[in-house]
């Protein structure tokens, strides 16, 4: 199996995330890296820059780099700028988040990203005709739906990914809650999302911790964790296992799950290790398993 760590989904700052590349390129086993902005078009200007060198040093470690798309065009500026990523992704694939991008790059080999919501085998099939050589699925998946997703795409010859760590993405809208909470508009919103790199936590009226806001995006306030069933994964014909970027110790999640997905560990071994970091935020594997998302439920599937 493979490793892939996904594009940050948050608003870090440059140096920052200059800093979390190179010690990914240095330090992590994780076989792919995607690059690029995936939640709002406004951050791309604060490090787009950098990113040729970024993805020069992550291949000099032996990373491959794939660019990302947005996982929302709504403007003409965006529709011409995932346009132009497609049509110059520099022998680098390219993973489609949106319509538009996948209309930019029918007929080419790509990949398909989460946010694209491909849920049965006949889009994955109809996909794969146009393209399409592999499929990160939506974490909201259960087993019994990958095991079928699985299937289908060992018929058609691509490739499946499983996301194992990190927030879930649960929706984006076309409005940013993350301004509209501190008073601002979208087009005023004065970056206020980097205030938060690790997402806004929302609560519910009754005081219980409930999500994480990213801008347009809402996410799960637990982390997936699947460390316990990566074996069963691999067991189903998945090629690859998905890191969302957190701000923890991300060399540390790679390596336990780099380990556990060659089988020198025990899926137990692997949860009781990402348990040893002490991250400060609940686990969930609730999708996983058929229930409800946020749920930690202890046996092992």
């Not at 970024?54 to 660019?67: D, F, M, Q, S």
Request: aromatic content about 6%; overall charge neutral; charged content about 25%.
């Amino acid at each position: 199996m493979e490793l892939t760590l996904a594009p940050i989904p948050f608003h870090w700052q440059r140096e920052e995330r200059r800093d979390f590349y190179a010690r990914i390129a240095d330090e992590a086993p994780v076989d792919n890296v995607v690059l690029g902005e995936l939640i709002c078009s406004k951050r791309a200007p604060f490090f787009e820059a950098d990113l040729p060198r970024i993805a020069e040093r992550l291949e000099r470690g032996g990373k491959r780099v794939i660019w990302c798309s947005l996982s929302e065009v709504v403007l003409k500026r965006e529709r011409r700028a995932t346009e132009d990523l497609c049509a110059a992704a520099d022998g680098r694939l390219v993973e489609a988040n949106n319509a538009a991008a996948l209309r930019a790059l029918a007929g080419r080999p790509h990949r398909v990203g989460p946010m694209l919501n491909i849920y049965n085998e006949e889009t994955m099939a109809f996909l794969a005709e146009r393209g399409a050589i592999h499929f990160s699925l939506p974490p909201e998946l259960p087993r019994a739906s990958v095991a079928v997703m699985a299937s289908a795409a060992h018929r058609l010859g691509v490739s499946l990914e499983v996301q194992v760590f990190g927030r879930a993405s649960l929706a984006v809208s076309a409005r940013c809650y993350h301004a509209r909470a501190h008073g601002r508009t979208k087009d005023n919103c004065l970056f206020v999302c980097e205030e938060d790199p690790d997402g806004m936590p929302l609560d519910t009226t009754a005081g219980e911790p409930f999500l994480v806001i990213n801008g347009i995006q809402t996410m799960s306030r637990s982390y997936v964790n699947l460390a316990a069933h990566v074996p069963d994964i691999r067991s189903l014909g998945v090629k690859e296992l998905r890191l969302i970027p957190q701000r923890q110790n991300m060399v540390a999640v790679a390596r336990v799950f780099s380990e556990v997905s060659r089988g020198t560990i025990s899926g137990e071994e692997a949860a009781a290790r990402l348990d040893a970091l002490e991250m400060g935020v609940p686990f969930s594997n609730g999708f996983w398993q058929g229930e409800a998302g946020y749920r930690w439920i202890a046996r092992a599937s």
